[in-house]
């Protein structure tokens, strides 16, 4: 049986999860979209460097020779390997585990990686300058501590006078919203005249998970509330509220549950999962983890599902006024042998 993989993000205090840095989540994302087990370990800014040297982790750069160690970082108990950087990470785990989503589609690393460029260019400068003060106080302490020591020292400056609120900051905030309507100009319309919700198309992609991540890092740290979240969710026609609708599925940190995940849209990648999603006409908008099924079912057992359904049921009624199923009915569907990359179907022979 796989063993989960092992995934080093930055613990922050602004979510329930810990998880809010916009790089480790494009790796985590990538992670969440393919359906491969993960456990996360938190590792705070002080001690990156000595835990890449520990698992023997290659430096992501390198000043005046002096090489430097970010994360994310994954480790694959499975084949040894241990990965720096997402964009690496999200290609490793193309390589290796070829039957799920593939995040960088064949013949396009380039294209991403020109995207991922070019998103850096246009955008990075101005998120720094209206984020960098939300961030720090979203850190843990001994986080908080090590993030202002050293980004000031790089900036030359308090933090405090990166983005002063007021002018300063408006016009930064500006070109993140300017950089953001360039990006959208890029994707626009297909063919038929409907939006494309993402980059290539209707199949996200490594450039899809660059956008979400950084909303992710808005969001969180930036706070529902605050005038750029607000402005954000606006911004294009609504453009990038629609992007985090269709992508909450993927934003959880190690399973899919509702502890991960306060805003209460679950996503989940397991074929019995699907089947119930189906069953009850919820589509995507509520999901349960199942937690230590019956034995001899697997994680992605439908009697586990028969089980559950009784505590499911008054939930679903009373959350979404529906009226469930008998939970009886379940036994027609079967477990698929893929627990990822599978799709269950209505009928009494072998999925």
């Not at 993960?38 to 890449?52: F, G, K, M």
């Not at 994310?72 to 290609?91: C, H, M, W, Y």
């Not at 057992?301 to 028969?306: D, L, M, Q, T």
Request: glycine share 8%; net charge negative.
């Amino acid at each position: 049986m796989a063993k989960s993989l092992i995934f080093y993000d930055i613990p922050g205090l602004a979510s329930p999860s810990k998880a809010w840095s916009s790089n480790p989540f494009k790796a985590r994302l990538v992670l969440n979209m393919k359906g491969i087990p993960y456990e996360t370990v938190w590792v705070e800014y002080p001690d990156i460097a000595s835990l890449c040297k520990k698992i023997n982790a290659e430096p992501t750069s390198f000043e005046n020779d002096v090489p430097q160690y970010t994360l994310p970082i994954l480790q694959d108990p499975n084949t040894g390997a241990v990965v720096s950087e997402s964009f690496k990470i999200a290609r490793y785990l193309d390589e290796t585990y070829p039957s799920t989503i593939k995040a960088i589609p064949d013949g396009t690393e380039a294209f991403q990686e020109m995207f991922l460029a070019i998103f850096g260019e246009k955008m990075i400068s101005p998120l720094i300058h209206t984020m960098i003060l939300p961030t720090v106080r979203a850190l843990t302490p001994r986080g908080a501590e090590y993030f202002r020591r050293t980004r000031e020292k790089a900036f030359g400056r308090k933090l405090e006078e990166i983005a002063p609120e007021g002018a300063v900051w408006d016009e930064h905030w500006r070109g993140v919203l300017a950089g953001l309507s360039a990006i959208q100009s890029w994707i626009g319309a297909g063919k038929d005249g409907k939006e494309r919700m993402f980059v290539m198309g209707d199949v996200p992609s490594f450039a899809d998970v660059v956008l979400i991540s950084h909303l992710v890092w808005l969001k969180i740290v930036g706070g529902v509330d605050s005038k750029a979240w607000k402005d954000l969710m606006e911004a294009d026609g609504g453009r990038w509220k629609r992007l985090m609708e269709r992508s909450e599925k993927w934003i959880w940190v190690d399973k899919p549950d509702v502890v991960t995940n306060p805003e209460g849209v679950i996503g989940t990648v397991y074929p019995a999962a699907r089947v119930v999603f189906d069953w009850l006409g919820l589509d995507n908008n509520i999901g349960i983890y199942v937690r230590n099924p019956p034995e001899n079912t697997g994680h992605c057992g439908v009697s586990a599902w028969h089980v559950m359904l009784q505590d499911i049921q008054p939930f679903v009624l009373e959350e979404f006024g529906l009226t469930p199923h008998q939970h009886g009915e379940l036994h027609r569907y079967v477990t698929v042998p893929d627990p990822y990359g599978g799709v269950p179907v209505d009928h009494d022979g072998p999925a």
